[in-house]
């Protein structure tokens, strides 16, 4: 599904992701980690075409496509979500209509008509239920007032509401208690099938407990440095992330 | 940043949507402004000797005046004699229906969205349809006139209604309240008045809609509308122009006065030409509009939309004399490409427990400049009077700009005046999430622009707010890419 080759980046002229190679096919769930700084969100924003990054060199090939040639809308509407570290507010407009334009945009993309009203409250409020989404919520501003909680809560629930075919999520354990964890991740784990995939970005194994990844990669100085089984991420929890940097640092160039 | 900026850029560049002449001979006086002009004015409209005398003195007092230079805009000198001050559609005179009207005009207001077809205007909505300088014809009227209302041309009041009109017009606004108000008050074309007897609920919005199409020619319409005790009226208005290389002048009065109890609710949507991409041609917008809350718990409310014209001066008032009064002021105004705007309101408490509202939302894009000036003023016996004004600013872009010139007066101890301001940018985060929804920039603009505006929105009448939305998104366009 997601090929990316030799991916370099920077921001403002300096250099943050350094070469990276990932493959990550239909059904499977990869976890990618490192020590702060290490380009985690970079990888995640470069993915989705955030402009102020640039692409120095390398390929990224969604289904066939050059993903570098598409503007983020475009991205999105090919079927790539990001489930932001720190959601965006939108005053003045509610989360229901933010996700009818939405959806009604990804659909017109793909030469099908927009859902009538009763259609998409429909589908929306079956979608609520995964997330244990608060209806009030929901008719309120985008994210406006919600607490971080609330914030991560709703960019799972408008993940379930697009049905992308290939999600990250960017930190969204950071700012979860564990109640709430576990209701995020159970919510992840339905909207979980062999058709997409997903691509966990996190800093802590913790999430990695619900969500259970098939592939951990372990990002360091802008390069995936190692990958493995999900035994990595609780090697990475035990031990930090020192160790893979000794390794890393002492290895000859 | 800097992309974001070249984004904002490149989505305002969109065509003005209703710029096209209609071919209808017009009848016209020569250029210039002198008592002549003044006495064919008032001869082509058969009016009384008082209302020339009327019309005569004002132009004498504005002979005096000069033009306010305070106003946070700029434009060339108005050359006043190079204007012509009246221009009607030809027509047979005094048409009895619709049969009688020329079919291109009609035609006009056809794309203009405004049927004047009754059978059309299910919706509820009587419309007196003003082109240039005189009204068309005004739709319902049969209607209104069972439950008392008046609603007509203003010239058709002068001949049928003359003692309201003589009673109330220049009582909220006089004649020489300021240079435009003196001018407008000398050469008024047409307009609408309204007249809401006692205890009367107007059953239907009643809606003007206005159109400068003569080439060089000022629009000066006057709008009265009297709500007595007891009643109330929601009034629409709407105005659109064609695209003119020159710039054309418009200097509007609108008066309202309500009695005790009484309630009006007045909704502008100003879509003047605004003038192309370089700042050329464009409508000046030199407006007076003003209430008199008269009498005990009455209430005026203005809402505006501005989206238009090269510049716009203009600040919706309302007098609060009444105990109790109540005085309201919602305003979205958007400027775009080189567009000015200065306007805001004036709230003036006079009786004691009024209370004044005012959310003012400002976007300003491309290089335009936009100003909010607003007087909130308590007088001496304005016990326990109370005014919450809140002045947000939205910017698009790096070459525009934002002002907020609050004027507060406080004159009695017991009142409560505050006031709460914001500035904001679009920002890249909020265009970046709606873009990774699959939202495109454009729409993604109109979203967020609209959600900022939707307090005042909501205040307009449905029919009005989906098209003002509409607006919004049309302006925008082309300032982001």
């Known amino acids: 599904m997601l090929k990316i080759k030799n991916l370099r980046a920077s921001i403002e002229a300096n250099e943050i992701l350094k070469g990276i190679d990932l493959e990550v096919n239909a059904g499977e769930i990869h976890a990618i980690m490192g020590p702060n700084g290490s380009g985690k969100s970079t990888l995640a924003s470069v993915i989705a075409g955030r402009e102020e990054f640039e692409v120095i060199s390398g390929q990224i090939d969604f289904e066939g496509k050059d993903l570098l040639e598409m503007d983020p809308e475009e991205r999105a509407r090919e079927g790539i979500f990001l489930a932001f570290q720190y959601p965006v507010e939108i005053p003045g407009v509610s989360t229901t209509n933010f996700l009818k334009t939405s959806l009604n945009q990804i659909r017109e993309h793909r030469g099908l008509e927009p859902l009538d009203a009763v259609t998409f409250l429909t589908h929306i409020k079956e979608r609520m239920k995964l997330v244990e989404m608060d209806q009030t919520l929901l008719s309120r501003s985008l994210n406006e007032g919600f607490s971080g909680g609330e914030k991560k809560r709703n960019e799972i629930f408008q993940m379930a509401v697009i049905e992308p075919k290939l999600a990250i999520l960017d930190e969204t354990d950071s700012g979860l208690d564990i109640d709430a964890l576990k209701i995020v991740a159970n919510g992840v784990n339905k909207l979980r099938n062999k058709e997409n995939a997903i691509i966990v970005v996190t800093h802590y194994q913790r999430l990695l407990n619900y969500i259970v990844p098939d592939i951990v990669h372990v990002l360091y100085n802008g390069k995936i440095v190692k990958s493995g089984s999900k035994e990595l991420a609780l090697e990475l929890e035990a031990k930090g992330y020192d160790w893979i940097k000794e390794e890393y640092n002492s290895t000859p160039v | ?481």
Request: net charge negative.
């Open chain 2, 1 to 481: 940043m800097k992309e974001n900026d070249n984004i904002l850029e490149q989505i305002t560049q969109s065509e003005y949507k209703y710029g096209w002449v209609s071919n209808i001979e017009s009848d016209s006086a020569p250029k210039g402004l002198n008592e002549d002009i003044i006495r064919f004015i008032s001869a082509k409209k058969e009016e009384p000797e008082w209302l020339l005398d009327w019309r005569l003195k004002a132009f004498r007092h504005w002979q005096k005046m000069k033009e306010p230079k305070w106003p946070n805009v700029k434009y060339p000198e108005i050359d006043f004699q190079d204007i012509i001050y009246y221009a009607a559609p030809k027509q047979k005179l005094k048409p009895k229906s619709l049969d009688e009207i020329d079919p291109e005009l009609l035609e006009t207001f056809e794309k203009l969205g405004i049927s004047l077809q009754e059978q059309k205007r299910l919706t509820g909505v009587a419309v007196d349809a003003v082109m240039d300088s005189i009204s068309v014809a005004t739709t319902f009227k049969d209607k209104l006139a069972e439950l008392g209302v008046i609603f007509c041309s203003f010239s058709e009041a002068v001949h049928n209604h003359p003692e309201l009109i003589k009673k109330y017009l220049g009582s909220v606004v006089p004649m020489n309240d300021n240079f435009y108000s003196a001018l407008n008050s000398a050469v008024f074309s047409d307009g609408s008045f309204c007249y809401i007897p006692k205890g009367v609920r107007c059953p239907m919005e009643l809606s003007t809609y206005f159109r400068i199409n003569a080439a060089n020619t000022g629009q000066f319409e006057r709008t009265l509308i009297v709500a007595e005790e007891d009643s109330y009226v929601s009034y629409l208005e709407g105005c659109t122009a064609p695209m003119r290389d020159e710039n054309q002048l418009h200097a509007a009065v609108v008066e309202i006065y309500a009695a005790k109890n009484a309630e009006v609710k007045y909704s502008t949507v100003q879509n003047w030409y605004p003038g192309d991409k370089n700042g050329k041609g464009g409508v000046y917008n030199f407006v007076t509009k003003r209430g008199l809350c008269a009498g005990d718990h009455s209430k005026i409310s203005w809402t505006q939309v501005e989206t238009g014209s090269a510049i716009t001066w203009k600040y919706p008032s309302c007098i609060l004399k009444g105990n109790h009064s109540i005085g309201e002021f919602y305003s979205v105004a958007i400027t775009n490409n080189w567009q000015q705007a200065d306007t805001g309101t004036k709230m003036i408490h006079i009786g004691k427990n009024t209370k004044s509202r005012i959310v003012s939302k400002g976007i300003s894009a491309g290089r335009s400049q936009n100003s909010y000036r607003g007087l909130v003023k308590v007088m001496k016996r304005a016990e326990n009077s109370r005014n919450f004004s809140q002045c947000d600013s939205l910017l698009m872009g790096d070459k525009c700009g934002a002002h907020t010139f609050p004027y507060i007066e406080v004159n009695n101890n017991s009142a409560q005046v505050e006031h709460e301001a914001t500035t904001s940018k679009i920002g890249e985060d909020q265009l970046f999430y709606c873009n990774q929804r699959g939202i495109d920039t454009e729409s993604a603009v109109a979203l967020i622009v609209n959600g900022y505006a939707k307090e005042v929105l909501n205040k307009l009448p449905m029919e009005f707010a989906v098209e003002a939305q509409k607006l919004l998104a049309i302006t925008l366009e082309g300032s982001v890419g």
